[in-house]
T-cell receptor
Framework: AAGVIQSPRHLIKEKRETATLKCYPI?????VYWYQQGPGQDPQFLIS???????DKGSIPDRFSAQQFSDYHSELNMSSLELGDSALYFC??????????????FGSGTQLSVL | GENVEQHPSTLSVQEGDSAVIKCTYS??????FPWYKQELGKRPQLIID?????GEKKDQRIAVTLNKTAKHFSLHITETQPEDSAVYFC????????FGAGTTVTVRA
């Protein structure tokens, strides 16, 4: 079965550079979530989109932005990168049933290293 | 996460024994409680979930119990095997999930 696809798998950037992470949700899933997971930490919610509109926002820095496109893929844009942005970034998708989106399916993540 | 407390942070069990992880939550409106297993360097994988209208759910060696009054839910793994070694996260919420801090489970052969 198709899963959530994230690219790239690994990304190395220097401080103050920009990065773009891409996520392709499971077909027919209408909601996309972005999570940031630091080493040894639990996933922290950044932002989500439902039907291409931002649906919720968590602890996402102002330097980050995201959007969901007409084909439902999503991109997380990160500017002015800092060392502390080094983390594993997961995208997850879900499908709404009777107004609720519950089961999240995660992509394999993008490991971002900021040097 | 702020909304969910998870204990213990580490758990070492002998192969064949049971493992129990407990989580408490604060939002009485929470109605969905999944558990994720994350192996080193891999994505969180949903292993079992429970909704607030159910007190217990079982899937082979894995079971989850929910006590809405006390606002806690637990994961039970019976007859543990070495491949059960991983980090387990509880979570709560509908739509976006808030995760517990995780429990590193080590099954000793």
């Amino acid at each position: 079965a198709a899963g959530v696809i994230q690219s790239p798998r690994h990304l190395i950037k220097e401080k103050r550079e920009t990065a773009t992470l891409k996520c392709y949700p499971i077909p027919r899933h209408d909601t996309v979530y972005w999570y940031q997971q630091g080493p040894g930490q639990d996933p922290q919610f950044l932002i989500s989109f439902y039907e291409k509109m931002q649906s919720d926002k968590g602890s996402i820095p102002d330097r980050f932005s995201a959007q969901q496109f007409s084909d439902y893929h999503s991109e997380l844009n990160m500017s002015s990168l800092e060392l502390g942005d080094s983390a594993l970034y997961f995208c997850a998708s879900s499908i709404s049933v009777q107004g609720y989106s519950e089961k999240l399916f995660f992509g394999s993540g993008t490991q971002l290293s900021v040097l | 996460g702020e909304n969910v407390e998870q204990h213990p942070s580490t758990l070492s069990v002998q192969e064949g024994d049971s493992a129990v992880i407990k989580c408490t939550y604060s939002d009485s409106a929470s109605n969905y409680f999944p558990w994720y297993k994350q192996e080193l360097g891999k994505r969180p994988q949903l292993i079992i979930d429970i909704r607030s209208n159910v007190g217990e759910k079982k899937d082979q060696r894995i079971a989850v119990t929910l006590n809405k009054t006390a606002k806690h839910f637990s994961l039970h793994i019976t007859e543990t095997q070495p491949e059960d070694s991983a980090v387990y996260f509880c979570a709560e919420g509908s739509d976006k999930l808030s995760f517990g801090a995780g429990t590193t489970v080590t099954v000793r052969a």
